[in-house]
């Protein structure tokens, strides 16, 4: 590949699930390439429309009115030909047959766990931009989409509050999160949540029933449960406690309508100050790393540091857990 001071061509993909905000970064990245007087390709579809060739010319204007809507222009896919040393082979035949001389890859641990194996087998020079709903991406406070997905299931967690007290039964609210609880957490505690049951904590049935139990003698008729999908599914959960507690139960999975919508300001904001910061950080020489945004400042980590869990955010999801038990009492 050309060295950093003749890069002239960047291609642009984005990656994996798709998340609020990920418009407003290809905007940024695109302009911000042309006023660096790069020229700009997108690539359709992510690493599965770089292996198939399916690469467009891209200007200031293919990226108008594209800031306010939910989704990724370019589309995304998740790519198993990619995973073989065979398909990266063929993307690789893409950047050269289209003279890309750099990737700017808007997406997740997915996502940049393939492009630092591009980067070893055939030198593909590339920066990344998080963009993820679920936040499990070290080296950035947040990624792009998170804020607006926590919104998106406060929302409902709001209106089905209503029904909850009305109808004085217990509700168990399925939510995104994979691996990372920050959804899970940040909705139990704005949403007045009773418990929240996510990935790497305790999950008790039998402290929940008897907590249920208690609070049913101290006179609590309703109660809302937070459950993140990589821990357990919100049927299974309702099963168990309406079986112990005989109380009426319901489950309720709220599942991709979370990815969608009109990204909120800050993810606009974020969106927009990453996408130019890996036109930056790419025109300087910099690879194989992702740029984030760190106690206000960018900053630029490699793929490697960047798919590793957070200690200091597990830390902080801990934290809000306590405090929602506190508070719902």
């Given at each position: ?149 926590v919104n998106t299931a406060l929302d409902a967690i709001d209106k089905i ?112 100050i990453l996408g130019a910061s890996a036109v930056d950080a790419i025109a300087v020489g910099r690879t194989d790393a ?40």
């Amino acid at each position: 590949m050309k060295s950093a001071n003749r890069i002239k061509r960047i291609g642009i993909l984005t990656s994996g699930g798709d998340a609020p905000g990920m418009n407003a970064a290809i905007r940024s990245t695109v302009r911000s390439a042309i006023h660096h007087g790069f020229k700009v390709k997108g690539i359709l579809r992510g690493y599965e429309g770089l292996i198939n060739d399916e690469v467009i010319d891209m200007n200031a204007r293919s990226v108008s009115n594209i800031l306010t809507r939910g989704g990724t222009m370019l589309k995304t896919a998740r790519s198993s030909e990619f995973m073989t040393k065979k398909g990266r082979k063929k993307a690789y035949e893409t950047v050269k047959k289209n003279d890309i001389d750099g990737l700017i890859i808007i997406g997740g641990n997915g996502s940049f766990q393939g492009a630092h194996v591009f980067w070893k087998e055939f030198r593909v020079p590339s920066i990344g931009v998080p963009a993820t709903i679920d936040n499990d991406i070290s080296g950035s406070d947040y990624t792009i989409g998170a804020h607006t997905a926590v919104n998106t299931a406060l929302d409902a967690i709001d209106k089905i509050r209503d029904t909850v007290t009305s109808m004085e039964r217990i509700y168990v609210i399925e939510v995104m999160g994979r691996e990372d609880p920050f959804i899970a957490t940040r909705v139990g505690l704005a949403g007045g949540a009773e418990e929240v049951i996510f990935p790497h904590s305790l999950y008790s049935p039998k402290r929940i029933c008897s907590e249920i139990i208690k609070g049913r003698k101290k006179g609590k008729i309703s109660w809302i449960i937070v459950v993140s999908e990589g821990s357990a599914k919100a049927q299974d959960v309702a099963d168990i406690i309406k079986k112990k507690t005989k109380f009426s139960v319901r489950a309720l999975v709220l599942g991709h309508i979370q990815r969608g919508g009109s990204p909120e300001a800050f993810d606009r904001i974020l969106a927009s100050i990453l996408g130019a910061s890996a036109v930056d950080a790419i025109a300087v020489g910099r690879t194989d790393a992702m740029v984030g945004f760190v106690s206000q400042e960018i900053k630029v980590t490699s793929y490697a540091k960047a798919v590793m869990r957070d200690a200091a955010k597990a830390r902080g999801d801990r934290y809000l857990y306590r405090l929602t038990k506190i508070l719902a009492k």
